[in-house]
């Protein structure tokens, strides 16, 4: 099975400076991965998707986050963090195939907090 | 929240009564989906459904049912609820063919078994 983790349970930084949340993946074959943000007492949202192509991918509020085969990451980062961007994200990889696979695995979550 | 409303959005209920959740989508997405959300453990899938009738289980299935009768719900009903089960769910939806497995996600329902 298709697997993303998330060492951080929480990152900490001061508005104005870059932000990275981290995901790596293990997976057979290769990875269609996602960023979902989750704002209190809201679903989650999608931010961005690698399926192909660029390894720098743009998505949503000026996210983007850059897929590293070497490394087998895909790090979400934001180059100047918004006391707004305070939530919990999530990785998640496509974990299965075929017209009944259609899924998604997710990682543990990390949340950011952006302090003043 | 993309066409998708859930109801319940909240309840409380005892241990051994039986719960159904609905989730409704206006989308018409072919796949929709039931996580559960609890501290420590992100989100985990229950069942899902690639079609009208066609249904799976996911990776916390022991204890939930669903039933997809239309399109547009999906229905996840706990047999006989016991405290374990108290989480909040989330219903998602996707279409492979125009937002290639993206998922959306509906506000949630925060379960209570007491």
């Known amino acids: 099975a298709q697997s993303v983790a998330q060492p951080e349970d929480q990152v900490n930084v001061a508005e104005g400076n870059p932000l990275t949340v981290k995901c790596t993946y293990s997976v057979s074959g290769n990875p269609y991965l996602f960023w979902y943000v989750q704002y209190p007492n809201r679903g989650l949202q999608f931010l961005l998707k690698y399926i192909t192509g660029d390894n720098l991918v743009k998505g949503s509020y000026g996210f983007e986050a850059e897929f590293n085969k070497s490394q087998t990451s895909f790090h979400l980062k934001k180059p100047s963090a918004l006391v707004s961007d305070s939530a919990l994200y999530f990785c998640a990889v496509r974990d299965g195939w075929g017209a009944a696979g259609n899924k998604l695995t997710f990682g543990g979550g990390t949340r950011v907090l952006v302090k003043p | 929240d993309a066409g998708i409303t859930q109801s319940p959005r909240h309840k409380v209920t005892e241990t051994g009564t039986p719960v159904t959740l609905r989730c409704h989508q206006t989308e018409n997405h072919r796949y929709m989906y039931w996580y559960r959300q609890d501290p420590g453990h992100g989100l985990r899938l229950i069942h899902y459904?690639?079609?009208?009738?066609?249904?799976d289980k996911g990776e916390v299935s022991d204890g939930y049912s669903v039933s997809r009768s239309k399109t547009e719900d999906f229905l996840l009903t706990l047999e006989s609820a016991t405290s374990s089960q108290t989480s909040v769910y989330f219903c998602a939806i996707s279409e492979t063919a125009a937002r290639l497995f993206e998922q959306y996600f509906g506000p949630g329902t925060r379960l209570t078994v007491t």
């Open positions: 459904s690639y079609g009208v009738k066609d249904t």
